[in-house]
């Protein structure tokens, strides 16, 4: 296997969403139905020998330690005791807060894309409880396919949906 990988990191729609409830902690229960796009961000991966997380791209006003890539690198390696690190560059091509999932695909990306790269090997379902801890959306793109979600949006069941 290689020391690097370059990984699309695709967009996603909300077809519908309801918010249901709210939680004590302030996050809002829903149901959505999830659709990805061909279309998103682009993700560099490149393992390093001495254990450095380094964004080689940073997103302008964005601090290293709430970059959701820096974050999902970080999580990975502390929760698998993994003492590689890895160089990340973050091809942006959505929009920052368009509603597209741009960062919690990035984020999904960069978990799914180092378990590979360092050999790690966790199952999906640890990968999605990991991507949880990130954030909301960040699950269903681990998940990878079209999915009516629950909860905060980590209730996941797959739907076949028609091409669009």
Same mark, same amino acid.
């Given at each position: ?44 991966? #490149?393992?390093? =020998?001495?254990? +450095?997380? @380094? %964004?080689? /791209?940073?997103? *302008?006003?964005?601090?290293?330690? $709430? ?57 999906? #379902?640890?990968? =999605?409880?990991? +991507?949880? @801890? %990130?954030? /909301?959306?960040? *699950?269903?793109?681990?998940?990878? $396919? ?19």
């Amino acid at each position: 296997m290689s020391d690097r990988l370059t990984e699309a990191a695709p967009a996603k729609l909300n077809l519908f969403l309801h918010v249901v409830g709210r939680r004590p902690d302030g996050y809002h229960l829903l149901q959505t139905l999830f659709r990805f796009l061909d279309y998103g961000d682009r993700v560099q991966l #490149a393992v390093r =020998e001495d254990g +450095a997380i @380094r %964004l080689l /791209a940073p997103l *302008p006003g964005v601090p290293a330690e $709430r970059d959701l890539c820096y974050r999902a690198a970080r999580l990975l390696q502390e929760h698998a005791g993994c003492r590689l690190g890895a160089d990340i560059d973050l091809e942006k091509r959505l929009p920052i807060g368009g509603g597209l999932g741009g960062g919690s695909s990035d984020a999904a990306t960069v978990l799914m894309a180092l378990d590979r790269l360092w050999r790690i090997g966790l199952p999906s #379902a640890e990968l =999605e409880s990991l +991507a949880l @801890r %990130l954030g /909301a959306d960040v *699950p269903v793109f681990v998940f990878g $396919r079209a999915a009516f979600a629950e909860g905060v949006g980590e209730k996941l069941q797959a739907v076949a949906l028609p091409p669009a």
